[in-house]
């Protein structure tokens, strides 16, 4: 009890104290306004030049009022420490921590303010990693040179909140004439995507209309009997297009393509071209063969012209032995084949002649299609035939339906009519009775046993058939029996007077006569002392020269001799030699796979002067300059009986 009194009146004591501290601070702020407020007054004089006498009432209302808030203040802080004296160490505790959060809650809202509205960064949560990025920043030296080092802080911190909020703007107007550019960008896209769709139509409107128009002269120029091998190879193979209307003779593909010209094939082949165009992808591989025969045949049609073989061609004495090789296998064996080939091509083994079966392959890619081809016609032919059986079988339908109805007709007009139309009706069933006897008509004997038989024999047979009134049906087995072509007879039913001519003679004849037309020369003609000249003369050509025989015409020639002996034209068998010239400007823009042009660097003349008179006389030969420059006359001359031989270089 006594501790509890203690500890009263210390409590007491300490608030003696307490309101003895306020007293004497309540009179220490009496002495400062005292002493403070004249100078106050006269700072306001001085800004004010002028004081009315009437505001004494006014300013001893200021003064109570200040008074009264002072007051107010004081009690406010009195209580302040009365608690802070009466608060446990929990309470003292929360207080604290409260306040912190207080100052907290104010630097936040002070960094919040430093920024514009729109820009959610804080010094704990930006990009830059920046902790003190709402502090003012100033640039003291760029102060000091504009004049401005003694402006305010405030007036700083403004300064930058207007120059963040126009940047802020001025990004905002960025970023709307970005989108609006995008926009735009977008809006021409979809104008040009239009544009091309549009063009596309148009494009293909065009193409279809090239494309009708190829079609529409194709079958202009075959009406009017001038058709290209083009149109007639559209025709075979739109045969089974329900578009088409035209009924033509259906022939092998093969027959339609060129064979001696190779003007006619680079044609062709470029006809090929815009049809693939046409048809797509629809009869693609039908146009794929008839290409790569044109490009076969064509091939060999220069090499003939020519008259050099290449390298990575088959020799002629193994031709034949590489077409037993193709003949008689089907399109599948021959792909096996040719997957073989490749196979054994590209798994090369030492001692393998590799350019050997490279040719082998060149030639089995014709043959392939010419079999494929071949292969396809057969196949279409079936397709035919099997489209006429129905036809055929159609009409003998409707025939069997026209006997019957017309048997109907005849039984009810003979009930009907009298005798006469009775008999009328008798003779028309027996003609259609007779129609379908003729359409079944069988041969009482084969049509070999008849061709085997004797003249008189055969004689009585035909007038049994022309008894019975069969003979056209007849004639039609014969016909059908020899498959629409005569058969072969023997010599002694040739009438006195024809000459019988071999097939095989007459076609050399005919080649023969057709190059003596063109001016080629005939190797028949040749002596066989004339052969082993030339075989001598062609040994050890190689790829890098060509025949040459550019002969020059001279004036009519006379010889003291040409009484006596008739002047013989000598044999001869020249080559030119090309190959490359490496200089400076073809070492800088050629090289070995892109080699620059040939040129002529030298000749090799082989003359035969068969059967000489005079063969002690050496022949001679003389370089004669022309008007051209570019080019001379050499002169070959020998001893009697040969002319003298002008080639021009």
Known sequence: MSDYKKSKTSRRSSREKYDDRSISSRKSNRREERVKSPKIERKRSR??????TSSSDGSEFEKLLNKKRKETIQKEKEEKLRMKELETPDEKRARRIAKKLQKEERRRAEALKAFPEGIPYTDLNN????????ETFVWKKKWETEGMSSVSKKKVEKINRETIAKNLAEMEQLKKNREARDAAKEDMEMINRDQERRLCDWNRTEDAFHMKQARLRSSIRIKEG????IDLLA??????DETTEDDFQLDNPLSYIPKN???DLEDLIADINVYRMIDGKKNAEFWDDIETISKSISKKLVENRRRSSDSGTVHSSVQEEVLKIFKGKSYSDLQHLQNQIKAKIKNT?????????????????PYMAKQRLGENYAHIQQLWLKKIREEQMNEMDTLKEGILENNLSTSNQFSSKDSETVWQSNTSMEELRREVEETRFVLPFSLEDFQKLEDEVKEHH???IDAKGHMKQFALKCYEYGRYSPTYGSESHIMPGIEILDGIEDAEKLQEARKRKKGE???ADLSASDKRMMDIAKQGMTEDEAVFAVEEALEKQHFLWSDKYRPRKPRYFNRVHTGFDWNKYNQTHYDIDNPPPKIVQGYRFNIFYPDLLDQTQTPSFALIKCEDSDFAILRFKAGPHMKILALKL
Not at 226 to 229: V, W
Not at 235 to 240: D, E, G, L, V
Not at 349 to 362: C, F, I, M, N, P
């Open 261 to 263: 010209s190779i003007d």
């Open 226 to 229: 001038r058709a290209k091998p």
């Open 235 to 240: 025709r075979y193979i739109s045969y089974f």
């Open 349 to 365: 083994s030492k001692g393998t002649d590799v350019s050997y079966w490279e040719a082998l392959l060149d030639q089995l890619g």
């Open 47 to 52: 800004d004010k030049s002028v004081i009315s």
């Open 521 to 523: 020369r005939i190797e």
């Open 127 to 134: 990009p830059f990693n920046d902790t003190s990025l709402s």
């Open 462 to 464: 035909f007038l049994q």
